[in-house]
């Protein structure tokens, strides 16, 4: 596989994990072959440990001594988790954009929602919602909440959603409520509408994981025989 230049190596590592577990070719409990993983991405084993690293961290895989590195539990309980975890920092986030009440930042969040609004049915839509969070995120987010905010989006890879346009405009819903949130100064308005929106996502990938046949319909336990 080509590198892509411009990505760091141990990400291009992370990303390819996720993929593998998303797409139900990794599933809970399965081992993590770092040679193969080595030979698909033309990769050392430096940034393949690196990953593996950032990984157990994150939740998302396990280690045991001489063994190697397993899957962890992935199952709607995990994925609503991740959302639910992502939510609530990010909502800290916004509420300190919220006390802020920067004007500079206020205009380009309204820009960015103008660019959503112009561009309900395309990329476009999921470029500028992205650029709307990091931009609450990295200014208003210290060296550690933008590090667990980062580590929590493991299972939210941006890849992901650009296809799922029948979605956007609830969405832009929530993404709304936190720009008049943050414009009002009302923290807990802001907290709430990210929680909103993390588990309208979280529902999203819960939908299209059991179409995939990536885990069972929702509410149905799967049991190992």
Same mark, same amino acid.
């Given at each position: 596989?080509?590198?892509?230049?411009?990505?760091?190596?141990?990400? %291009?590592?992370?990303?390819?994990?996720?993929?593998?577990?998303?797409?139900?070719? %990794?599933?809970?409990?399965?081992?993590?072959?770092?040679?193969?993983? *080595?030979?698909?991405?033309?990769? !050392?084993?430096?940034?393949?440990?690196?990953?593996?690293?950032?990984?157990?961290?994150?939740?998302? @895989?396990?280690?045991?001594?001489?063994?190697?590195? &397993?899957?962890?539990?992935?199952?709607? !309980?995990?994925?609503?988790?991740?959302?639910? $975890?992502?939510?609530?920092?990010?909502?800290?986030? !916004?509420?300190?954009?919220?006390?802020?009440?920067?004007?500079?930042?206020?205009?380009?969040?309204?820009?960015?929602?103008?660019?959503?609004?112009?561009?309900?049915?395309?990329? *476009?839509?999921?470029?500028?919602?992205?650029?709307?969070?990091?931009?609450?995120?990295?200014?208003? !987010?210290?060296?550690?909440? @933008?590090?667990?905010?980062?580590?929590?989006?493991?299972? @939210?890879?941006? *890849?992901?959603?650009? *296809? &799922?346009?029948?979605?956007?405009?609830?969405?832009?819903?929530?993404?709304? #409520?936190?720009?008049?949130? $943050?414009?009002?100064?009302?923290?807990?308005?802001?907290? #709430? #509408?990210?929680?909103?929106?993390?588990?309208?996502?979280?529902?999203?990938? @819960?939908?299209?994981?059991?179409?995939?046949?990536?885990?069972?319909?929702?509410?149905?336990?799967?049991?190992?025989?």
């Amino acid at each position: 596989m080509p590198k892509k230049y411009g990505f760091k190596e141990k990400d %291009l590592v992370v990303a390819h994990v996720v993929n593998l577990i998303l797409t139900g070719k %990794l599933r809970s409990g399965d081992r993590v072959d770092r040679n193969e993983i *080595a030979h698909e991405l033309g990769v !050392s084993r430096v940034p393949i440990q690196e990953a593996v690293v950032q990984l157990e961290h994150d939740g998302i @895989l396990s280690t045991q001594y001489h063994r190697g590195a &397993y899957v962890e539990t992935f199952d709607e !309980s995990v994925v609503r988790e991740h959302h639910e $975890i992502y939510g609530m920092l990010s909502g800290v986030a !916004s509420a300190r954009a919220a006390e802020a009440r920067n004007p500079a930042h206020l205009h380009q969040l309204s820009t960015l929602l103008d660019t959503m609004r112009a561009n309900i049915d395309s990329r *476009a839509f999921q470029d500028a919602a992205f650029q709307f969070r990091v931009l609450i995120n990295e200014e208003y !987010s210290g060296p550690r909440l @933008l590090a667990v905010i980062r580590g929590s989006q493991s299972f @939210l890879p941006r *890849a992901f959603w650009p *296809a &799922y346009q029948d979605n956007h405009r609830d969405l832009l819903r929530f993404l709304e #409520a936190d720009y008049d949130a $943050i414009r009002a100064g009302d923290g807990p308005a802001a907290r #709430a #509408a990210n929680n909103g929106r993390a588990a309208l996502m979280a529902q999203i990938m @819960l939908t299209e994981l059991v179409r995939r046949g990536v885990l069972p319909p929702q509410g149905v336990a799967h049991v190992e025989f």
